[in-house]
C-alpha cells in the first residue's frame, strides 16, 4: 500500500504517526493500537515537540473531554484585573498616556496637575468634557487682536 504523496510502501498495521509525507496519519492504516478513523472522527495532531502522539476520538469522546474540563474547579474571577498596578486608576491613566502617545515630560507634566488638584481639594478643575473646552477657547480666542492674513 502506498501513503498518499510520499512514494512509499507501508505494510497495512505498520503504520506509525508521521508516516506519510505531512507527517499526518493516513486514514485506512493502522498500527501501535490506533483505530481506524471513520467519518466525523475528530483527529488531535499535537505539536511534534510536545512529544504527544495523534489522538482519534468519537465525537462522543470529544464531547466527554470537553465535559470533564469543564467540570473541573476553576479559579474565581480576578477581582484586581490591573494588577500589577497599584490601582484601577494608575491602570487607565497608563492606558489613557500610552493611547495619546505623551512623552516623557508631557506624562510628568500631566501627573503634577493631576497631584496638585488631589492636593487641593478645592474644586479648581472645572471642565466636564471636550465641549468645555472648545467653548472656553473659543471666548479665550475673542480676547485676543484679530490677525489677518495675506496669500501672495
Sequence with gaps: ??????GESVEAGKCEPGDA????????????GLRVPNVG???IEYHPHSGKGSRILSP????????????EPTEPPDDE???????????EFAEFVHDTA???????????????????GSGSFTLQN???????????SKLLTSVTTFNL
Excluded: C, H
Excluded at 81 to 91: A, E, K, L, Q
Excluded at 102 to 120: A, V, W
Design 1 to 6: 500500500m502506498e501513503v498518499e504523496g510520499s
Design 21 to 32: 509525507a505531512d507527517g499526518s496519519l493516513t486514514p485506512g492504516l493502522v498500527g501501535s
Design 41 to 43: 472522527d475528530i483527529l
Design 60 to 71: 462522543e469522546e470529544f464531547k466527554a473531554t470537553l465535559s470533564d474540563r469543564l467540570a
Design 81 to 91: 484585573p490591573w494588577r500589577p498596578f497599584r490601582s484601577r486608576d494608575d491602570f
Design 102 to 120: 505623551l512623552n516623557q515630560s508631557q506624562i510628568d507634566q500631566l501627573i503634577k496637575f493631576i497631584r496638585r488638584q488631589d492636593e487641593s
Design 130 to 140: 471636550y465641549n468645555d473646552l472648545k467653548d472656553v477657547l473659543e471666548r479665550a
